[in-house]
């Protein structure tokens, strides 16, 4: 079941990686953006089943009694996602996701049960990330997701897209959403992504499953998903 959680989230760092695949192999790189600024991007505050976030003005709630990562353990799998891609890199390769981790922030990451106990079949897992991505050529939620799926090429998981993208409006704003087929080592798993590009991020959720009947507590998030009205301008 460990295997089955740390492949899960290794999926969200393949989403991460898609913006430093926007060029022709044979051009060089050009330098990564940036790491942001300490306080730039609100981890935000989970009060009881309620996330809320001041720099998205962002909120929603997990379900009830899932088992919810806390900061450490975030980044912790998201090292060990890079550390499992980038087993039998080069150093530059290891340069440009050491990049893509330090300016992924993955927000929420909740399982439906605890990873210290012993369960049958796959963890349903969701997450909020946020990536600061390069507007110029990240353009839509389009864009990024297809890159994401280009990431995958030569990894430990095959990523295919099912049927076309769409837009789906959640919480009021037009997210792009995606279904995705996953195949891990360990079995198939199926992805449901909705992007929005925000202040210069990606905004993901990231739903992955291999249950219909785990589909409910998605769209329970989903329901409960709200932004806060833009601030309008003082005259």
Not at 88 to 103: E, G, L, T, Y
């Amino acid at each position: 079941m460990k295997k089955l959680i740390s492949t899960s989230v290794l999926t969200l760092l393949l989403l991460a990686t898609a913006a430093g695949q926007t060029r022709p192999a044979q051009e060089e790189p050009p330098a990564p953006p940036a790491p942001l600024e300490a306080g730039q991007v609100d981890p935000g505050r989970l009060v009881g089943e309620k996330y809320s976030n001041e720099f998205f003005g962002l909120s929603f709630s997990v379900p009830r009694g899932w088992f919810i990562q806390d900061s450490a353990a975030r980044r912790a799998t998201l090292e060990m996602g890079k550390d499992t891609l980038t087993a039998n890199a080069d150093q530059r390769k290891k340069a440009q996701m050491d990049a893509v981790v330090a300016r992924t922030n993955v927000l929420v990451s909740a399982l439906k049960h605890s990873p210290y106990s012993v369960t049958a079949g796959f963890n349903a897992h969701f997450a909020c990330i946020a990536e600061r991505v390069p507007t110029a050529v990240v353009r839509t939620g389009a864009d990024y997701i297809n890159m994401s799926l280009a990431v995958a090429l030569g990894s430990p998981i095959k990523m295919e897209l099912m049927g076309r993208m769409r837009s789906e409006r959640v919480g009021g704003r037009l997210f792009t959403a995606a279904d995705v087929k996953a195949t891990l080592p360990q079995g198939v798993v199926i992805q449901k992504y909705y992007v929005l590009l925000n202040k210069g991020h990606a905004l993901t959720f990231i739903y992955s499953y291999s249950d219909e009947t785990d589909l409910p507590a998605l769209k329970g998030i989903l329901a409960s998903v709200a932004f806060k009205p833009a601030a309008r301008p003082r005259p």
